[in-house]
T-cell receptor
Framework: GDSVTQMEGPVTLSEEAFLTINCTYTATGYPSLFWYVQYPGEGLQLLLKATKADDKGSNKGFEATYRKETTSFHLEKGSVQVSDSAVYFCALSESTNAGKSTFGDGTTLTVKP | NAGVTQTPKFRVLKTGQSMTLLCAQD?????MYWYRQDPGMGLRLIHY???????AKGEVPDGYNVSRLKKQNFLLGLESAAPSQTSVYFCASSYPGLAGEVLNEQYFGPGTRLTVT
């Protein structure tokens, strides 16, 4: 079945540091890939997405590229801010999966001033 | 648009009591989901629905029932609450998309924090 493996956390960075959160996946077909973010006390919200190989999703300074050859979708940001402190979830969805998405376990990011 | 709303936001139950969590979405989405989120365990799918009048079991369905009588609403019921059901519950909705489009981008509600004593 499908699976998503995320870099284990928690991750602590200083403001303006470079961020990478690794995500690799296993899927039977050609999934859509997502990064969701969850701020404290809130629900998840979509951060960025990609539908096919070599697509780059981007939003709020975050980027991730759909790499089919390495089955990866790593999240990056060049300069993090304190306001980026949150939990980040990698996820995939396939048309063969009856409407369900597969989520990673989440990575907690704390950015210190 | 309100998006996905959940009622109530907080609730405390005694063991054995019952309750219903309500999820509503105003985006005309076909698919709806109930998840629970516990520390260190990520999101776990309880039940989901791919259309009005249909429901299916997810990863952790025991102790819960659901109904989708109207397309915009998805109800989660606990018939006899147990302390193990203390959790944060999230509802989400999505649309299936077409081949070549983004599939199942999910829209989440703000969550319901349930404590069972």
């Amino acid at each position: 079945g499908d699976s998503v493996t995320q870099m284990e956390g928690p991750v602590t960075l200083s403001e303006e540091a470079f961020l990478t959160i690794n995500c690799t996946y296993t899927a039977t077909g050609y999934p859509s890939l997502f990064w969701y973010v969850q701020y404290p006390g809130e629900g998840l919200q979509l951060l960025l997405k990609a539908t096919k190989a070599d697509d780059k999703g981007s939003n709020k300074g975050f980027e991730a590229t759909y790499r089919k050859e390495t089955t990866s979708f790593h999240l990056e940001k060049g300069s993090v801010q304190v306001s980026d402190s949150a939990v980040y979830f990698c996820a995939l969805s396939e048309s063969t999966n009856a409407g369900k998405s597969t989520f990673g376990d989440g990575t907690t990011l704390t950015v210190k001033p | 648009n309100a998006g996905v709303t959940q009622t109530p936001k907080f609730r405390v139950l005694k063991t054995g009591q019952s309750m219903t969590l309500l999820c509503a979405q105003d985006m005309n989405h076909e698919y709806m989901y109930w998840y629970r989120q516990d520390p260190g365990m990520g999101l776990r799918l309880i039940h989901y629905s791919v259309g009005e009048g249909t429901t299916a079991k997810g990863e952790v369905p025991d102790g819960y029932n659901v109904s989708r009588l109207k397309k915009q609403n998805f109800l989660l019921g606990l018939e006899s609450a147990a302390p193990s059901q203390t959790s944060v519950y999230f509802c989400a909705s999505s649309y299936p998309g077409l081949a070549g489009e983004v599939l199942n981008e999910q829209y989440f509600g703000p969550g319901t924090r349930l404590t069972v004593t």
